[in-house]
């Protein structure tokens, strides 16, 4: 498969997109700054919405570049698409 990005900028654009969508930052600030809060049953939401946000991260790395770019302009656009 003959991609027009590189591995970089494919990395980069899958961080985005993650980042965009899920503000995985902040969960990963709370995780490494108060882990006993993190693994709390009161959390349990927060620890949900980034698992989450790791399995689209893997689906994106294994993904072809159509979905990619097709979420790249969406946040462009000011928006972004649920991936199928």
Known sequence: MKTSLSLKARRHAIIGIIEA???VSA???VRR???EYWRSPRNDMARGI???AMREK??????SETPLE???LA???GGWRQAA
């Open 21 to 23: 969508r899920f503000s």
């Open 75 to 77: 946040l462009r656009a």
């Open 70 to 72: 097709d979420e790249r």
């Open 58 to 63: 893997q689906w994106l790395l294994g993904a």
């Open 33 to 35: 700054k108060n882990p």
């Open 50 to 52: 980034y698992g989450e």
């Open 27 to 29: 969960f990963e600030d």
